[in-house]
T-cell receptor
């Protein structure tokens, strides 16, 4: 079983809509959770980190963590064509420095 | 503050050769991790260094090795290159080891012919 799972997409949303990206993880001892954005041909860019249950908001981005359900999500409000990219969910277990990545969800925002 | 830098950005090698990749972390960051990204396997962890010590190692053969210097700069080496080693190699730095946020460099694109 994969340790971090994401729907590969593509997820297509119209400009201005809310994009919802989901991620599940398998190990209950997970400590830290991250969302990265990766444009084609570029390296991953950290956009959100979340460590405790609940919501964390940063501009148009909201990360949601539910440790009981082993679920982390990213909401992008007022989606823009420039948000079109692959979004990678990553988890760190047990305070180790090893990021475990999901396969990524490709998001396409249509004008 | 300057970001993570990696050199070279592109490399073309032939099977059996060896290669050394370099990474300079963000100023003040002491932890450096290396990842391999391929279309089939996605992003996979290679190893993590903190204060010149390897803290974690991923499931890669011994042909993959690394080290960290006293100034936190890191190198990774791949010996006896195979076609399957063609990938984007990414370095990430963080202030501390463990569960800290990691910031990626631009990567080194390695092609093995």
């Amino acid at each position: 079983q994969k340790e971090v799972e994401q729907n590969s997409g593509p997820l297509s949303v119209p400009e201005g809509a809310i994009a919802s990206l989901n991620c599940t993880y398998s190990d209950r001892v997970s400590q830290s959770f991250f969302w990265y954005r990766q444009y084609s041909g570029k390296s991953p860019e950290l956009i959100m980190s979340i460590y405790s249950n609940g919501d964390k908001e940063d501009g148009r981005f909201t990360a949601q963590l539910n440790k009981a359900s082993q679920y982390v999500s990213l909401l992008i409000r007022d989606s823009q064509p420039s948000d079109s990219a692959t979004y990678l969910c990553a988890v760190i277990y047990n305070q180790g420095g090893k990021l475990i990545f999901g396969q990524g969800t490709e998001l396409s925002v249509k004008p | 503050k300057a970001g993570v830098t990696q050199t070279p950005r592109y490399l073309i090698k032939t099977r059996g050769q060896q290669v050394t990749l370099s990474c300079s972390p963000i100023s003040g960051h002491r932890s450096v991790s290396w990842y391999q990204q391929t279309p089939g396997q996605g992003l996979q962890f290679l190893f993590e260094y903190f204060s010149e010590t390897q803290r974690n190692k991923g499931n890669f053969p011994g042909r993959f090795s690394g080290r960290q210097f006293s100034n936190s700069r890191s190198e990774m080496n791949v010996s006896t290159l195979e076609l399957g080693d063609s990938a984007l190699y990414l370095c990430a730095s963080s202030y501390l080891a463990g569960g800290n946020e990691q910031f990626f460099g631009p990567g080194t694109r390695l092609t093995v012919l």
